[in-house]
């Protein structure tokens, strides 16, 4: 099983910005759609976003939309989520991670093949 890795996460001021990068390999890239995930203290998980794997076609929760923006660099070997106007309410978490086709999904936080092991954001005054 291929692993994913997520760095970029750190501490932001609200209204500040952050870069999510979760490393991954070409063929799964080319192949398959990936998703961004997180989780805040206490709760259960919550979709972000999700791009296919043409990356013609993105998907954000209507909470992030406007703020937040997936993308996806093969010869990188990275999926990003550009993050900007943080709320402290986008505190958490963040997995990527990898769906079993090559659809984008969303509002799904199940149907994964598997997913990272996560980066912290924190976003307090």
Known sequence: QEQLQESGGGFVQPGGSLRLSCAASSDTL????MSWVRQAPGKGLEWVAD??????TTYYNPSVKGRFAISRN???QNVFLQM???EPEDTGVY???KRPGDRALSDDTSNFDYRGRGTQVIVSP
């Not at 080319?30 to 759609?33: G, H, L, S, T, V």
């Not at 791009?51 to 013609?56: S, T």
Request: net charge positive; proline share 0%.
């Open 95 to 97: 997995f990527c991670a």
């Open 84 to 86: 900007g106007s943080l």
């Open 51 to 56: 791009i296919n794997a043409n990356a013609d």
């Open 74 to 76: 093969i010869a990188r």
């Open 30 to 33: 080319r192949r398959y759609a």
